[in-house]
C-alpha cells in the first residue's frame, strides 16, 4: 500500500553517539522520524497515516493561523482557504498537503522543492526549498524560498515537529526557553496584545516542566548567542536533551503541549517547538511579516543539537 504521505526518504549517519537517522515525507516535507540509536527524538506516526496534528510539517507561506482567512493586500482584499473550520482560520499555509520533488540527495541529507502557484488569495509564485542535513551534532534544515512574480510578496515560513526523548514521559523533562514576550490571544487563537512573560507562568528561562502550564501560545523577543542563535532546551534531570535553536530569520518560536496525540496505542502528550519567521496572523498585523522582492531569494535555518553523550 502506497504511504498515506508519500514516499518515505530515509537518512542515516554514524556518529560518537550512535546511529543518527530520519525520515523524511514527500507529503508536506514533514520530519517523520528523527531517531538516535533505538530512541526516538521526535514523536513518529505510522507512513499509512495522514500527517496527525500537523507533526514536522512545513508550514509556508504563513505558519500558524489567518484571522478568518482574510488580509489586505494593496488596497485589496485578498480570502485564503478556512481549513480550520471549527475556528474559522486559514492555517499553516498553502503546502502541507503538497507533494515535495527531490532535487539532492546523500544517504544523510535530502533537499526538496515545491512551488506556490498563484491563486486568488495568493496571487504570488513562490519557489521554495527546504534541505534535511544529519550532521555529528544532530540535524540542520535549510529554508530558501525565491519569489518569481513580479511584485514583491508577503511571506513566512515554519515548521511543526514534536519532539521527546525516548520514552522518557514528557512530564518527567524541563522545557527551558529565554523568550521575553507571549503574545496573548482569544478563544480562536489570534493574538490579541502582548505580555511580558517575567514574573508569570510563561517564563520558560530557569526551565519548567513540559505541560505546565498547557502551552497553545506564540514566544518572541528571543535571547541569541553571539552567533545569532536562539535556543528552546528539552532536558532530563541530569541536563541531557535537545537544543532546538533557529537562527535570525525566525523571531518566533510557538510551543503547543496537547494531551491528545494519537499513536497506534492511543493519545499521548506531545511537545512542539515550532520555529517561525513570524507571528500567528502576520498578514494581517505585518508584524516580523517577511517581504521577498521579484527574483530574490530568501534563506534561514534552524536545527536540533543533542546535548548528551548517550541520551
Known sequence: MYPATGQQFSLSLHTKNGLLTAVVTEVGASLRSLRLGAKDLVQSYPESWMTPKRA????????????????????????????EVA?????????????YRVIAQTPSSIRLTATI??????????????????????????????????YPAPYGVGVHPYFKLGERPLQELTLKSSAKTVLVTDERLIPTGKQAVAGTDFDLSAGRPVGSPALD??????????????????????GEGLDIW????????????????PTENGTVSALAVEPCTAGPNAFNTKEDLLTIEPNRVWTGRWGVDLLTNAL
Not at 119 to 128: A, D, E, K
Not at 131 to 148: C, D, I, K, P
Not at 246 to 261: G, I, L, M
Request: hydrophobic share 35%; no cysteine; glycine share 8%.
Open 56 to 83: 514536522g510539517l512545513v508550514l509556508s507561506p504563513w505558519s500558524n493561523r489567518i484571522d478568518g482567512g482574510l488580509w489586505q493586500h494593496q488596497g485589496q482584499s485578498l480570502q485564503l482557504p478556512i481549513n
Open 87 to 99: 475556528k474559522n482560520n486559514a492555517s499553516h499555509g498553502l503546502l502541507i498537503s503538497t507533494a
Open 117 to 150: 502557484f498563484p491563486t486568488s488569495g495568493y496571487p504570488f509564485l513562490i519557489t521554495t526549498e527546504v534541505e534535511y542535513s544529519l550532521r555529528e551534532q544532530g540535524l540542520l534544515v535549510l529554508h530558501t524560498a525565491m519569489n518569481r512574480s513580479e
Open 217 to 238: 501560545h506564540d514566544f518572541t523577543d528571543l535571547d541569541r548567542d553571539r552567533w545569532g542563535m536562539a535556543h528552546t532546551y528539552l532536558l532530563d534531570e541530569a
Open 246 to 261: 533557529q537562527d535570525e530569520s525566525f523571531k518566533h518560536v510557538q510551543y503547543f503541549t496537547p494531551t491528545d496525540f
